[in-house]
Every structure is written in C-alpha cells, then in structure tokens.
C-alpha cells in the first residue's frame, strides 16, 4: 500500500499532471514540441518521444492513485 499523500505533495501531482496532460493533447493535435518543467528541469517532448509523456501521465496517475496498482500478470488476488 502507497502512503497517504501530504495535502501539498497531491495539489503539486494534480498541477503536473495538469500540465503534462495539456501538453500531451497540443503534442497529439500536431504541436511539433512541447515544454514541461518539472522537479527544476524542463524537458522538451516532441511526437518521436511520445510514448515517455505517456509514461510520465501515468506516473502522476499512480502517485494520486488514479489509476490501479499495477499487479504481476497471473497472479489472483
């Protein structure tokens, strides 16, 4: 189980996670680059590195359990 997230560590998830959704829908729309800045870095994310905006939403998604756990295949709960 993840521990609970602190009120400011899940507003500052939502705001990124805010972000790299917007920037992931101009990125699918046809922008040829994106910006994000995050953890004091930027990043520019074009349409040939797609699939690691992809994995970074999904990350923000599994921290605010947004999304399931992933769980090893075969195995029953």
């Known amino acids: ?3 609970a997230l602190t009120p400011e ?3 500052l998830y939502r705001g990124q ?3 790299a959704e917007g ?3 101009q990125l ?3 922008r040829k680059a994106v910006t994000l800045s ?3 870095e930027s990043v520019t994310y074009t349409q040939a590195n797609e699939a690691r905006l ?3 939403v999904r990350e923000l998604q599994a921290k605010l359990d947004l999304i399931p756990s992933a769980r090893r295949r075969g195995v029953r709960v």
């Open 17 to 19: 996670l805010a972000d």
């Open 38 to 40: 995050y953890n004091g």
């Open 23 to 25: 920037a992931l829908h």
């Open 54 to 56: 992809r994995n970074y």
């Open 28 to 30: 699918l729309i046809g």
């Open 9 to 11: 560590q899940e507003a």
């Open 1 to 3: 189980m993840r521990p």
